[in-house]
């Protein structure tokens, strides 16, 4: 459950003022899950590891968290009047394998750190924000965003932005979601700049949208693309989504390479607290190396609700690789699939 701190009211402070109290809302995940992978490097070593992912050096990231990133958070909510409120998110993420941050830069919240006004109209909130694409493919990935250990969606390039100013409105089942982060190079206000938005619309057992984003580099030459479409049906117990991105990026010789994405899934509720998985996740790049690579994704998991905070989880996928995909590309050793099979517990507050 989530524990409700209360805020207190300061008086006598400066100018003898008073601040209004708000409510603070701590919450947050812990999920430690043993994943097995193997191929991880051109020798086709296999790894062992608590949220191994098949990546890095390892291939495991010391609980990085296989059903849901790990995470704790602070948001909380001030009533204005008028219908109009003040509100804030802080949230980071960690390793519960170690106990570590889980990022490279020791940012503290680098998950989410953004304060904002909300309305009848909406909401504008600024600082770091998960992307208006990130929330869009959330309607029609068939795993909303869960078994990230092995479900490639969340990285659909860049699922935060710094520096953001993000508006989000909902009206009558459409949501809409415009958002530009500042680049901040000195003498080029457009470099390094991303302008985004986000259409969505749910109305019953349908959920369908779209995306799309620009984006400068440093230099305000180059300029990389992105949009995004899928959608959502639900009935009964059976759930399917299936959706589609593409992520075009300038070279330097004038020249463009594609990331083009799409994936089709869906779920099976047994019972009110069990339910199996299934998803196809396809990713193919073009002219961004010397020959382009595409890595084909089969994936099958169940979980297993034991109450409202605690969830039991496992799955099994399998990896075709190809081109410069394979593991070990340019050497006299590779490897073109991979196999993983996890299981874990998550548990919520």
Same mark, same amino acid.
């Given at each position: 459950?989530?524990?409700?701190?209360?805020?207190?009211?300061?008086?006598?402070? /400066?100018?003898?003022? +008073?601040?209004?109290?708000?409510?603070?809302?701590?919450?947050?995940?812990?999920?430690?899950?043993?994943?097995?992978?193997?191929?991880?490097?051109?020798?086709?070593?296999?790894?062992?590891?608590?949220?191994?992912?098949?990546?890095?050096?390892?291939?495991?990231?010391?609980?990085? @968290?296989?059903?849901?990133? %790990?995470?704790?958070?602070?948001?909380? =909510?001030?009533?204005?009047?008028?219908?109009?409120?003040?509100?804030?998110?802080?949230? /980071? #993420?960690?390793?519960?394998?170690?106990?570590?941050?889980? %990022?490279?830069? %020791?940012?503290?919240?680098?998950?989410?750190?953004?304060?904002?006004?909300?309305?009848?109209?909406?909401?504008?909130?600024?600082?770091? %924000?998960?992307?208006?694409?990130?929330?869009?493919?959330? +309607?029609?990935?068939?795993?909303?965003?869960?078994?990230?250990? +092995?479900? *490639?969606?969340?990285?659909?390039?860049?699922?935060?932005?710094?520096?953001?100013?993000?508006?989000?409105?909902?009206?009558?089942?459409?949501?809409?979601?415009?958002?530009?982060?500042?680049?901040?190079? *000195?003498?080029?206000?457009?470099?390094?700049?991303?302008?985004?938005?986000?259409?969505?619309?749910?109305?019953?057992?349908?959920?369908?949208?779209?995306?799309?984003?620009?984006?400068?580099?440093?230099?305000?030459?180059?300029?990389?693309?992105?949009?995004?479409? #899928?959608?959502?049906?639900?009935?009964?117990?059976?759930?399917?989504?299936?959706?589609?991105?593409?992520?075009?990026?300038?070279?330097?010789?004038?020249?463009?390479?594609?990331?083009?994405?799409?994936?089709?899934? @869906?779920?099976? +509720?047994?019972?009110?607290?069990?339910?199996?998985?299934?998803?196809?996740?396809? $990713?193919?790049?073009?002219?961004?190396?010397?020959?382009?690579?595409?890595? =084909?994704?089969?994936?099958?998991?169940?979980?297993?609700? /034991?109450?409202?905070? $605690?969830?039991?989880?496992?799955?099994?996928?399998?990896?075709?690789?190809?081109?410069?995909?394979?593991?070990?590309? #340019?050497?006299?050793?590779?490897?073109?699939?991979?196999?993983?099979?996890?299981? #874990?517990?998550?548990?919520?507050?």
């Amino acid at each position: 459950m989530q524990k409700k701190l209360i805020a207190l009211a300061v008086a006598g402070l /400066m100018s003898g003022g +008073a601040f209004a109290a708000s409510s603070v809302t701590v919450y947050g995940n812990i999920d430690m899950g043993l994943r097995n992978v193997t191929n991880v490097d051109a020798k086709g070593d296999s790894v062992l590891g608590m949220g191994a992912t098949g990546s890095g050096a390892n291939g495991t990231d010391n609980g990085k @968290g296989d059903y849901a990133a %790990n995470r704790l958070g602070f948001t909380g =909510k001030e009533d204005l009047g008028n219908g109009l409120d003040a509100h804030f998110n802080l949230e /980071m #993420g960690y390793l519960s394998g170690n106990g570590g941050l889980d %990022n490279a830069t %020791n940012q503290i919240f680098q998950r989410q750190a953004n304060v904002g006004l909300g309305g009848a109209w909406g909401s504008l909130d600024l600082g770091r %924000n998960y992307t208006a694409i990130f929330k869009t493919v959330a +309607a029609y990935d068939p795993f909303h965003y869960t078994f990230t250990g +092995a479900v *490639p969606l969340v990285g659909l390039d860049g699922l935060r932005r710094d520096n953001d100013i993000q508006y989000t409105g909902s009206f009558n089942g459409l949501t809409v979601r415009v958002e530009h982060a500042l680049g901040q190079v *000195p003498g080029m206000s457009g470099a390094s700049a991303t302008t985004e938005g986000g259409l969505s619309y749910g109305n019953g057992p349908i959920n369908v949208g779209g995306a799309y984003r620009t984006q400068k580099d440093a230099t305000n030459q180059l300029t990389s693309k992105q949009w995004t479409v #899928g959608g959502a049906f639900k009935t009964g117990p059976f759930e399917v989504a299936a959706g589609y991105d593409k992520n075009t990026a300038d070279q330097v010789a004038k020249s463009s390479g594609d990331t083009k994405n799409w994936w089709l899934g @869906g779920s099976y +509720a047994m019972t009110p607290a069990a339910a199996l998985l299934a998803g196809y996740f396809d $990713t193919k790049t073009t002219n961004l190396a010397a020959i382009d690579g595409q890595s =084909k994704k089969f994936v099958v998991g169940a979980k297993y609700n /034991m109450s409202k905070s $605690t969830i039991l989880y496992a799955d099994i996928d399998h990896t075709n690789l190809d081109g410069s995909s394979v593991i070990g590309y #340019g050497g006299a050793q590779t490897q073109d699939s991979q196999n993983g099979i996890m299981f #874990g517990i998550d548990h919520w507050f």
